[in-house]
């Protein structure tokens, strides 16, 4: 595995916010504060040794404001692009005799207010789309028209997602709810008509107080201060569970907030089934690998029963985590990427890359070696068993602490829901697992978190691929670097301030830009990622594994 942050010039240096790969072609296209849309062919460094680059192709100009969202549709022959000031453009390839070339099919006129992020159906007729206006809206492609307009929310919505089997959508607010709707269609003259209805409202977890005689109700997700105006959310890609970033939580009421991402079964989306640690930082992004992969062993200790592996990525602020549903800890961390927040992830069709976009107006290429994750099998056919007793995620909560630099574990008095039937085969397995389990050691930041809707520059990290498991921000580094410290911007419409520039600002700080173009090295781009091991060297100052909750 290699990668780094590709210094070219993106988007005229402003804030890249978006970027999607083409599902057949594989051409890596990026969207940002310039109101462009550009695509780029991406070639291996493999065979240098170096990082993968990338190729400028073309443009796609029409967009008046920052655009903010982009996705394939899933056959490829469409694009859908979502900006500021509710702009929502579809994008159709058309073959000419120079070769192919995007033009615009469509514009979806609804949303009164900024667009931030959307999703196809898995069969590409429909789409969803979550705006500032705290709307989602569901859309009949192949006639723009609006189908449904779900508007629960209070605040805006950051986030949506659709069920890869067509049953279920989410959306995630800065609201500080998740909410999960089920398709209940209704007939009318016998033409069958989609309708999503609010099935289930997450908002907030029980949590046990220290000496266990008081409990209280904690939310789940952050407020409106994040410091990002992204919580894509995503579902797997057998949709079996649903992975929602975003997420804080408290052992006790009085104990650290821990910035984590939570796992919805299938089987029960009333509630969180596991939690992941995201460190220091937020987590704003999730993506899951398109393809799955065979067992690495017969007998894992994952928390997962599944007859493969399924690999997705976790960003916060300033990294990325890469797991994988068969072991406990990450697979691979990378830190120190970016000076800025990163905004979106995507991965190639083939699993080869993995590509982030940040504000700082550069992108971040990993390339994985031949087989590094896996070998690939196909899922179709591979359907999510419905009956109860057979649950993709299998977990007994009350092995699963916490455990807090006084070494004193918290467990979790909360499960998945089970049938009465396999509880005493799930005990089994589970006391067997637990055993072999490794827990995930985390060294968090000694970087104070953002203050109510302030960014601190300062807070941002170097240009660097750090060794995984290590996800530290060395002050003394922060300081050689120069990056000035910026104080006091605060976040307008939704949207964060970050190097003098929102989304759609063309008027980036030149002055911080050129003091940190000095202190990046060309060395640090061809800096290998190492897969994630715990750190020897120093001991960790908080241990995670991933655990359940109760609501």
Wanted: glycine content about 6%; charged content about 25%; aromatic content about 8%.
């Amino acid at each position: 595995m290699k990668g780094g942050t590709v210094q070219i010039n993106w988007h005229d240096m402003k804030p890249v916010l978006t970027l999607d790969f083409h599902p057949v072609s594989g051409l890596l296209a990026t969207g940002g504060a310039d109101y462009d849309i550009k695509l780029w062919l991406i070639s291996s460094g493999e065979a240098q040794k170096n990082i993968p680059t990338a190729t400028y192709q073309n443009s796609l100009s029409y967009h008046g404001s920052a655009v903010n969202i982009l996705r394939f549709s899933p056959s490829g022959e469409q694009l859908a692009s979502g900006a500021d000031g509710g702009e929502l453009l579809l994008w159709k390839l058309h073959s000419t005799e120079t070769g192919q070339t995007w033009k615009v099919l469509k514009t979806l006129s609804f949303h009164r207010r900024d667009v931030l992020d959307l999703e196809w159906s898995t069969d590409g007729a429909f789409l969803i789309s979550g705006s500032v206006d705290n709307s989602c809206i569901v859309w009949d492609i192949n006639k723009g028209s609006v189908i449904q307009i779900l508007d629960d929310h209070f605040h805006y919505v950051q986030g949506v997602a659709w069920d890869p089997l067509s049953k279920y959508a989410a959306s995630l607010s800065s609201d500080r709810t998740c909410r999960i709707y089920a398709n209940k269609p209704t007939k009318t003259k016998g033409v069958e008509k989609i309708n999503y209805v609010c099935q289930h409202v997450i908002t907030k977890a029980g949590s046990q107080s220290v000496d266990d005689s008081k409990s209280a109700k904690n939310h789940l997700f952050h407020d409106e201060t994040l410091p990002s105006f992204f919580r894509r959310l995503a579902w797997s890609p057998d949709g079996s569970f649903l992975l929602v970033p975003a997420g804080s939580h408290k052992i006790s009421p009085t104990s650290e907030t821990l910035n984590i991402a939570y796992i919805f079964s299938r089987k029960d989306l009333s509630r969180p089934a596991l939690q992941l640690p995201g460190g220091s930082k937020p987590v704003i992004a999730v993506r899951f690998c398109p393809l799955a992969f065979s067992l690495r062993e017969p007998n894992s200790a994952g928390f997962f029963k599944l007859p493969y592996r399924i690999v997705f990525a976790i960003a916060t602020l300033n990294s990325l985590y890469i797991y994988d549903t068969e072991s406990v800890p990450p697979i691979a961390i990378l830190a120190g990427l970016h000076y800025a927040a990163i905004t979106d992830i995507a991965w190639s069709p083939d699993a080869r890359y993995i590509a982030l976009s940040s504000q700082d107006g550069y992108c971040t290429l990993v390339e994985f070696e031949n087989n590094e994750l896996g070998f690939p099998i196909s899922l179709s056919g591979n359907k999510v068993i419905e009956d109860v007793n057979k649950s993709p995620v299998v977990q007994k909560s009350e092995d699963m602490i916490i455990v807090t630099t006084k070494d004193n574990p918290v467990a979790a008095d909360s499960r998945l829901t089970e049938s009465e039937k396999n509880e005493a085969d799930y005990n089994k397995i589970e006391t067997e697992r637990i055993e072999d389990s490794i827990p995930m050691e985390t060294q968090r930041d000694e970087i104070d978190n953002p203050k109510s809707g302030e960014r601190k520059e300062g807070n941002t990290t170097k240009n660097d691929v750090s060794v995984a498991g290590d996800s530290r921000v060395m002050e003394t580094e922060r300081n050689k670097a120069g990056i000035l410290q910026t104080e006091g911007e605060t976040m307008k419409e939704g949207k964060t301030s970050n190097d003098g520039s929102i989304a759609g600002d063309s008027k980036p700080m030149e002055v911080e830009r050129s003091e940190a173009e000095k202190s990046r090295k060309t060395e640090s781009e061809t800096k290998e990622v190492i897969l994630a091991k715990p750190v020897q060297n120093k001991p960790a100052k908080r241990r995670i594994t991933p655990m359940a909750i109760d609501p």
